[in-house]
């Protein structure tokens, strides 16, 4: 600032004008280190530019990359949704065949008086696909259609063991079926 004020000194302007004019130097004045801190931040900042510049290069050149990562989300939601209706379904099933169990109880039988578990399994598919394609419908009834024809349940059977043999006695000899096959075709 003195450099200022011995030019204005030297000039001959002093007073008011001199002041005025000190005033708006000042405004617009800035010192060495000052315009040396604002030019070394403007470089620092061009470098943080330029690298930021070189990052979006090297991502346009993975847009593969953006593409398979964006494909895998939608994968990883679909079978994230495809899981959810999974689990629901089977939440559906047991439902069902806690009802089923009950309207059986309902008509006085029990899974295990089914004939077997392939009957079984046969069964309670068959209700399901009843009653999941009208769920509106009463279990009972489904049970119902679905165990009312011949040979379903293990009473409707005589048991193997007991099947007469074609004398009159139930087994004969240590093999039954020896028994049975010497009848038929006459040998002993």
Do not use: C
């Not at 030297?10 to 000052?34: L, Q, W």
């Not at 931040?41 to 070189?54: A, V, Y």
């Not at 006085?108 to 419908?137: C, H, Q, Y």
């Amino acid at each position: 600032m003195e450099n200022i004020e011995k030019i204005l000194s030297d000039a001959g302007i002093e007073g008011d004008k001199a002041t005025e004019i000190k005033a708006k130097v000042n405004e617009n004045y800035r010192t060495v280190a000052e315009v040396s801190q604002k030019a070394e931040k403007i470089k620092e900042l061009q470098d943080n530019l330029d690298q930021l510049g070189e990052k979006v290069k090297g991502a346009e050149g993975s847009d593969e990359t953006v593409k398979a990562l964006q494909k895998q989300i939608a994968d990883f939601q679909s079978a994230q949704e495809k899981a959810k209706a999974d689990a629901d379904a089977t939440a559906a099933r047991k439902d069902f065949e806690a009802k089923f169990d009950e309207a059986l109880k309902g008509i006085g039988r029990k899974r295990s008086d089914l004939i077997n578990p392939v009957t079984e399994r046969g069964i309670v598919d068959e209700a399901w696909k009843m009653f999941s394609a009208n769920p509106d419908i009463d279990v009972t009834s489904v049970v119902k259609t679905v165990t009312s024809g011949d040979n379903i349940f293990k009473t409707d059977q005589r048991a193997p063991h007991n099947m007469p043999t074609g004398d009159g006695s139930k087994e004969t000899g240590d093999n039954p079926m020896a028994a049975v096959v010497a009848k038929l075709f006459g040998s002993k």
